[in-house]
């Protein structure tokens, strides 16, 4: 049973200051990951891929892979109250031809306070 | 370049009753998922299709159904309703082939089974 694990929260931060968000996966083979914003209401809209270990920015935002330690974490800095929402993490799952799969997380809801 | 669309925005039905929803894609995508979202089980992968092919199938009954045009666009059917299949169902399309093999996703499609 594949499954992505979020850390639940809900988060809450102060306007400018630095939100950490973590997603633990289980399925060693996994290869792309996602992170995703949802406001209330909304559908998720794409904020991060990662798919090599390490660290991706990308203007605010700073996705990091471990594949060793089967984490990834999203960093979002001077964070700002439109930043509030809820955070999903995705994994893609499958080869090839069978690509196609998001397993979600449950999501993390954050919250930034002026 | 527009976005996926998704029709109706929402959707009032009663239980036994069956439903047809409908997605476009992003001009140049050819993968279209289903997902359902609800409060209690989070996002849920439904089916995916490709060159008008089902490649993927998540955990439904039967009762879920869908199905690719050879524009790329998409429709998905609930026969006979129940309440449980209330939800927010979500369509995303990707561009086929390479990394990293992102998905978009279009404003949904609101159902609620009285």
């Known amino acids: 049973q594949k499954e992505v694990e979020q850390n639940s929260g809900p988060l809450s931060v102060p306007e400018g200051a630095i939100a950490s968000l973590n997603c633990t996966y289980s399925?060693?083979?996994?290869?792309?990951f996602f992170w995703y914003r949802q406001y209330s209401g909304k559908s998720p809209e794409l904020i991060m891929s990662?798919?090599?270990?390490g660290d991706k920015e990308d203007g605010r935002f700073t996705a990091q892979l471990n594949k060793a330690s089967q984490y990834v974490s999203l960093l979002i800095r001077d964070s700002q109250p439109s930043d509030s929402a809820t955070y999903l993490c995705?994994?893609?799952?499958?080869?090839?031809?069978?690509?196609?799969?998001?397993?979600f997380g449950r999501g993390t809801q954050l919250t930034v306070w002026p | 370049k527009a976005g996926v669309t998704q029709t109706p925005r929402y959707l009032i039905k009663t239980r036994g009753q069956q439903v047809t929803l409908s997605c476009s894609p992003i001009?140049?995508?050819?993968?279209v998922s289903w997902y359902q979202q609800t409060p209690g089980q989070g996002l849920q992968f439904l089916f995916e299709?490709?060159?008008?092919?089902?490649?993927n199938k998540g955990n439904f009954p039967g009762r879920f159904s869908g199905r690719q045009f050879s524009n790329s666009r998409s429709e998905m059917n609930v026969s006979t309703l129940e309440l449980g299949d209330s939800a927010l169902y979500l369509c995303?399309?990707?561009?086929?082939?390479?990394?990293?093999?992102?998905?978009?996703f279009g404003p949904g499609t609101r159902l609620t089974v009285t």
């Open positions: 995303a399309s990707s561009l086929e082939g390479g990394a990293p093999y992102e998905q978009y």
């Open positions: 399925d060693r083979g996994s290869q792309s």
């Open positions: 990662i798919y090599s270990n």
């Open positions: 995705a994994e893609l799952v499958g080869r090839g031809s069978t690509l196609g799969r998001l397993y």
């Open positions: 001009s140049g995508h050819r993968s």
């Open positions: 299709y490709f060159s008008e092919t089902q490649r």
